[in-house]
């Protein structure tokens, strides 16, 4: 009685061991399945924010007045550079 009892208990052991071990592998797909749907969502709000920044570049469009605004505002600089010093 005494050895059928234990090979009673190990099988329940081994059954409670293949029962968790499926539970983890069902825990790590769920978990890989959370990560991947987190990776689209990142990567589309990515491809969207280069896309709005990709419509919002306006380097070049007015070469012309950009460089007279830099002009005016380094002539500003060089001279309360100078009457820094002159003070």
């Known amino acids: 009685v005494t050895v059928a009892?234990?090979?009673a208990e190990e099988q329940k052991q081994k059954?409670?061991?293949i029962e968790a071990k499926k539970?983890?592998?069902e825990r790590r797909r769920y978990t890989l399945?959370?990560?991947?749907?987190e990776a689209k969502k990142e990567y589309e709000e990515n491809k969207r924010t280069?896309?709005?920044l990709d419509a919002l570049d306006t380097d070049g469009e007015n070469e012309e007045e950009e460089y007279e605004a830099w002009k005016?505002?380094?002539?500003?600089?060089?001279?309360r550079d100078r009457e820094a010093r002159e003070a």
């Open 5 to 7: 009892e234990r090979e």
């Open 50 to 52: 280069l896309a709005a």
């Open 33 to 37: 399945k959370i990560v991947e749907e």
């Open 15 to 17: 059954e409670l061991e």
């Open 72 to 79: 005016v505002r380094e002539l500003k600089r060089i001279k």
């Open 23 to 25: 539970q983890a592998e």
